[in-house]
């Protein structure tokens, strides 16, 4: 891609639809960690232990998403859904605004206020894509390299 032309953002129903096949996969990923982490502790975490399921669980999603982002721009539902995530000036995001994309996006999806603030953004960007300084694209699927 040179820099004369910008890749299409991407609709927000689409958007939302990897969205929703990514809460899939996740589950899928949680459960593996969260049945290790569990076997590893030999009993249901209660108490304080909780607390460190719960941010080990943030920290395993987390891992995911970042790696994936950094590595290609895609996790596995984006790339089903043709989509990717990308800093504003079109390259990959690097470790630290991945970092901070994923933070965002937990509090922003999570409390559901990241899901209306694109309903009313112009370009129907979700609000930790904004404040994170990245985007997400139609992807570019060439059919040879």
């Not at 593996?32 to 999603?61: D, E, K, N």
């Not at 990959?92 to 209306?116: E, K, P, T």
Request: proline share 3%; with cysteine; charged share 15%.
């Amino acid at each position: 891609m040179n820099r004369l032309t910008q890749p299409e953002l991407a609709g927000i129903w689409r958007r939302l639809a990897s969205l929703a096949y990514e809460a899939v996969l996740l589950f899928a990923i949680v459960f593996v960690a969260a049945y290790l982490f569990v076997a590893l502790a030999g009993r249901t975490p209660q108490g304080m232990l909780r607390w460190i399921f719960y941010l080990y669980l943030l920290c395993v999603a987390g891992a995911y998403f970042v790696f994936c982002w950094v590595r290609s721009g895609q996790t596995l539902a984006q790339k089903a859904w043709g989509l990717k995530v990308t800093a504003i000036d079109g390259s990959l995001l690097q470790w630290r605004r991945a970092a901070l994309r994923y933070m965002m996006a937990v509090v922003s999806i999570g409390s559901g206020i990241g899901l209306l603030w694109a309903f009313l953004d112009p370009q129907r960007q979700f609000l930790h894509d904004r404040l994170a300084g990245s985007r997400i694209v139609i992807a570019d699927t060439p059919l040879s390299n």
